[in-house]
């Protein structure tokens, strides 16, 4: 899910340097994704704040085949980053997405959908549009026709960011036991 630290579009940011990484580099970046992450969420009461639940979430994640990220430095400094991974057959990210999508709406090949689960930009970055070239990085080049995310409702600010980069809500879920609702956003991926 795309937090806090994603919003903003000011200036561009040249000095960033974007880095891929993939399923089989998890374990190298595992530690710099919970760090930033612990920063960006500090002093929020967001039920993935705490290091330990979040790292369930990267580590899931990250095991998936098809994982992609992109971390962007500054002068060796983590800036911040994004990842996700292709929606499976099997997947249930559609399911608790009400009012409910038709069939054809959800139906996963594995190759359709690419899920961006995290997004997030450390604040001396945010409002420099660090967090746009760092969005368009991990979906250059991504073959599936589509990508989803989701966002808090109650962030209207990145909500609204979102949607200037052309996402539309396609309505809102509660993915998990004691998850906040949240935003279910798609943009075609051309």
Avoid: N
């Avoid at 090949?109 to 760092?134: D, H, K, N, Q």
Wanted: hydrophobic share 40%; glycine share 10%.
């Amino acid at each position: 899910m795309t937090g806090p630290g994603s919003t903003g579009h000011r200036a561009a940011c040249p000095e960033l340097h974007l880095r891929r990484y993939g399923h089989a580099q998890a374990t190298e970046i595992r530690d710099l994704l919970l760090d930033v992450h612990d920063e960006v969420y500090e002093g929020t009461d967001d039920p993935l704040a705490p290091r330990d639940v979040f790292a369930r979430f990267v580590d899931s994640w990250s095991g998936k085949e098809g994982f992609a990220c992109v971390v962007a430095h500054a002068r060796a400094e983590p800036v911040g980053y994004a990842y996700g991974a292709p929606l499976g057959p099997a997947t249930t990210w559609w399911g608790k997405v009400e009012p409910a999508l038709h069939t054809e709406f959800m139906a996963e090949t594995g190759t359709r959908t690419f899920a961006l689960s995290e997004l997030m930009v450390r604040s001396p970055w945010r409002g420099t549009g660090a967090s746009r070239l760092i969005h368009d990085e991990l979906l250059r080049g991504r073959p599936e026709e589509r990508v989803t995310l989701l966002v808090h409702k109650e962030h209207a600010k990145v909500r609204a960011l979102y949607e200037s980069w052309g996402y539309t809500s396609v309505g809102e879920a509660q993915p998990f036991v004691g998850a906040p609702l949240l935003c279910t956003m798609v943009l075609p991926i051309p």
